[in-house]
């Protein structure tokens, strides 16, 4: 199977390959805080970390592909 963003070979059992899963983890683990501080959902945050100028660009693409699934 392939990375839905890059069409690389997905990592081991995740729906991404390994750069994008990386991303996805960091995405997850980052949200928790956010909304501790923010009180923000988990569609705010993507677009907020997409608009950010700072956010990697792997962080970005899956953060937009996530958008856009749902």
């Known amino acids: 199977m392939k990375c839905p963003i890059c069409g690389l070979n997905k990592y081991e059992e ?3 390959c390994e750069n994008h899963q990386s991303a ?13 501080s923010m ?4 569609r ?3 677009k907020k ?10 962080v970005r693409e899956v953060a ?6 749902n």
């Open 14 to 16: 995740s729906d991404y």
């Open 24 to 36: 996805y983890l960091n995405l997850k683990e980052r949200y928790d805080d956010w909304k501790k």
């Open 39 to 42: 009180n923000i959902s988990w």
């Open 44 to 46: 705010e945050y993507l």
């Open 49 to 58: 970390i997409i608009e950010n100028e700072n956010t990697g660009e792997w």
């Open 64 to 69: 937009i592909q996530l958008l856009d699934e």
